[in-house]
């Protein structure tokens, strides 16, 4: 289904109840939106276009998701992100850069999924690449034109697919970018991430779903011509990685966006409950205190065991969603079963934290679907020491039910056991929705089956080195026999041969 097309009148509008917000709840955020977002409010009409046509000309939702975006650029730096904040070898490697265009014009965002080995890679860095090749393609040459993502699959297993990595692609244009893709193309997909690609499917919205696309060498040529694709490809270009940092940098476009006084303006804090994924998808499992606004981010509601060696352990992502730094603890109904590492801890405004789980050897894993959890956390004020001894006094003096403590509960999983709930993904981070549905036991199954062709494939790989190993010493063995018995025979011949010799000269 195609956008439906905004007027003037509408992006009149929203940007009128924008800067009414600003009024109305300015003084509550510390250091303002960046004045480059709040000159590209004023000055370009395109801009927030992309917001009211990819909410189907919902006000309402345009407004909260420009508003959204506007307290992310902010937090993540975008405006300010340039060469020097990158990590360099990772930019030079080649898993991700722009080259050439698709049949309608537009820039190809280029993964070569081969090149990129899931866990050998620090998250944030990644993350920081990708939103630098995003701005520098949309807001720095293509003046907001749309891109194509390309995810080339060739040579590709399972070692190369990241779900984290690959569900932050997905909400970052999904929350940040809107209206921003052209096609999702999947080139050379192999059989064995089908799986993989019906779970990513089910994260996406209907019109992302619509433009994706999955080809092969034979049918590439529908979506992006031959003078265009790489010789890798199967196309005339024999296009070899090398970064260019290119003509524009942040820092001069920032520059030429800041006002005359040079000063930024102060404006509002985001308000979760104006947002249009706590709208829709309030976690069933979360209580708040009397605090106000939700302040930690819990990636899902279950934690799901697995096998790793001889233990089952699983984990669980946190993320800071508020301005300030809160202060976080993890509980457990049967402290003696698992081992929580880190249970404690601090996040800055917009970090994460992993927390991991190891169920105790020896316990029952049936009475592990009847265990939960609680994550705790509190916002620590400026005059909050963040070491270890201070937070655990803190904690030790706050009761678990105070009004200055949010909760999460987290139930357990083992895997076949019981149905994981549906996770859902705004503002990049999750939300849980009603468990038992249809979908949960979808997302479940898929869930578990991946988990299933991961311990495969390490099985198969194993058996292949193990049987590699058994045929190369089966050819030395019967090397060494071939040599033994050709020396053997070797030694008989001249033996009888010389014998024979003798007897000739009686």
């Given at each position: 289904m195609e956008n439906l097309s905004a007027s003037s009148e509408q992006i009149e509008e929203l940007k009128r109840q924008f800067f009414e917000k600003v009024q109305r709840d300015g003084h509550e955020i510390d250091g303002g939106f960046h004045p480059a977002d709040i000159d590209r409010i004023n000055t370009s009409e395109k801009?927030?276009?992309?917001?009211?046509?990819?909410?189907?000309?919902?006000?309402?939702?345009?407004?909260?998701?420009?508003?959204?975006?506007?307290?992310?650029?902010?937090?993540?730096?975008?405006?300010?992100?340039d060469v020097s904040q990158l990590r360099q070898e990772y930019l030079h490697e080649g898993f991700m850069f722009p080259r050439n265009r698709d049949i309608d014009g537009k820039r190809l965002l280029i993964f070569r999924s081969k090149l990129y080995v899931r866990g050998?890679?620090?998250?944030?860095?990644?993350?920081?690449?990708?939103?630098?090749?995003?701005?520098?393609?949309m807001y720095r040459e293509e003046d907001l034109a749309q891109i194509s993502v390309f995810f080339d699959l060739k040579d590709s297993g399972l070692s190369n697919m990241d779900m984290e990595y690959t569900r932050y692609i997905i909400n970052l244009f999904k929350f940040y970018y809107p209206n921003s893709l052209n096609y999702i193309i999947i080139f050379e997909m192999p059989w064995i991430l089908n799986t993989t690609f019906k779970i990513i499917k089910s994260l996406l919205?209907?019109?992302?779903?619509?433009?994706?696309?999955?080809?092969?060498?034979?049918?590439?040529?529908?979506?992006?011509?031959?003078?265009n694709m790489l010789d890798i490809?199967?196309?005339?270009?024999?296009?070899?990685?090398?970064?260019?940092?290119?003509?524009?940098?942040?820092?001069?476009?920032?520059?030429?966006?800041?006002?005359?006084?040079?000063?930024?303006?102060?404006?509002?804090?985001?308000?979760?409950?104006e947002s249009p994924m706590s709208e829709q998808h309030g976690?069933?499992?979360?209580?708040?205190?009397?605090?106000?606004?939700?302040?930690?981010?819990?990636?899902?509601?279950?934690?799901?065991?697995?096998?790793?060696?001889?233990?089952?352990?699983?984990?669980?992502?946190?993320?800071?969603?508020?301005?300030?730094?809160?202060?976080?603890?993890?509980?457990?109904?049967?402290?003696?079963?698992?081992?929580?590492?880190?249970?404690?801890?601090?996040?800055?405004?917009?970090?994460?934290?992993?927390v991991n789980v190891v169920l105790v050897p020896g316990c029952q894993l049936s009475a592990l679907s009847r265990e939960k959890f609680l994550v705790m956390c509190m916002a620590l004020g400026a005059d909050k020491q963040t070491n270890s001894q201070d937070i655990a006094e803190l904690w030790?003096?706050?009761?678990?039910?105070?009004?200055?403590?949010?909760?999460?509960?987290?139930?357990?999983?083992?895997?076949?056991?019981?149905?994981?709930?549906?996770?859902?993904?705004?503002?990049?981070?999750?939300?849980?929705?009603?468990?038992?549905?249809?979908?949960?036991?979808?997302?479940?199954?898929?869930?578990?089956?991946?988990?299933?062709?991961?311990?495969?494939v390490a099985r198969l790989d194993s058996r292949l080195k193990k049987n590699q190993m058994l045929f190369f010493l089966a050819l030395l063995a019967i090397a060494s026999f071939c040599v033994a018995t050709l020396y053997i025979v070797k030694g008989s011949i001249e033996e009888h041969g010389m014998g024979y010799c003798v007897k000739r000269d009686d």
């Open positions: 801009w927030l276009r992309l917001f009211i046509e990819y909410n189907d000309l919902d006000m309402k939702k345009a407004l909260t998701q420009l508003w959204d975006t506007c307290v992310w650029r902010k937090n993540f730096g975008t405006n300010d992100l050998t890679k620090d998250m944030d860095d990644v993350k920081r690449i990708l939103v630098y090749w995003v701005e520098r393609l919205p209907a019109k992302a779903v619509a433009r994706m696309k999955f080809v092969n060498g034979k049918t590439l040529h529908e979506f992006v011509d031959e003078s490809w199967g196309g005339s270009d024999n296009y070899t990685y090398k970064f260019e940092e290119g003509e524009s940098s942040a820092k001069s476009i920032n520059n030429n966006n800041l006002n005359a006084s040079g000063r930024k303006v102060h404006f509002a804090k985001l308000s979760p409950t976690s069933s499992f979360t209580e708040k205190g009397n605090a106000g606004d939700e302040m930690l981010r819990v990636v899902q509601d279950t934690l799901l065991f697995n096998k790793t060696g001889n233990d089952y352990s699983g984990s669980v992502e946190i993320i800071n969603i508020d301005l300030k730094p809160i202060t976080y603890k993890v509980k457990t109904t049967a402290p003696d079963k698992f081992r929580v590492r880190p249970s404690s801890g601090v996040l800055a405004p917009g970090s994460s934290m992993t030790k003096n706050t009761p678990s039910h105070s009004h200055l403590v949010e909760q999460h509960k987290l139930k357990c999983l083992l895997p076949g056991l019981s149905h994981v709930s549906e996770v859902s993904f705004k503002n990049g981070t999750a939300f849980s929705g009603s468990s038992g549905s249809d979908s949960d036991r979808q997302i479940s199954h898929l869930v578990q089956t991946v988990h299933e062709l991961n311990d495969t």
